[in-house]
């Protein structure tokens, strides 16, 4: 079966397709695509759902190799508010 892999940084990106065995898991389809989990991404996900190495995949399945987050979402939203002086009240 066919699966992506994608993985993304600042202004760039890449995306892989492989063709892995049926029963073939997240691990599976990385080897094949000659990724690992690295210091820079520190987690997977399959259609934006997290996932692990052992995560069983299904035909057209995408994979993706999440960095960490770079601030809180919550404190980004605060200080883009702050920004354009939009608080709520």
Not at 33 to 47: D, I
Request: glycine share 6%; aromatic share 4%.
């Amino acid at each position: 079966m066919r699966v992506q892999l994608v993985r993304a940084w600042p202004n760039r990106c890449e995306s892989v397709d492989v063709e892995v065995d049926e029963r073939a898991c997240v691990g599976d389809a990385l080897d094949a695509a000659g990724w690992r989990l690295e210091a820079e991404f520190v987690a997977l996900a399959v259609f934006g759902i997290a996932a692990s190495a052992e995560t069983m995949l299904h035909p057209g399945d995408r994979i993706e190799l999440l960095r960490p987050l770079q601030c809180d979402p919550m404190q980004a939203r605060r200080l883009r508010a702050e920004k354009t002086g939009k608080r709520r009240r």
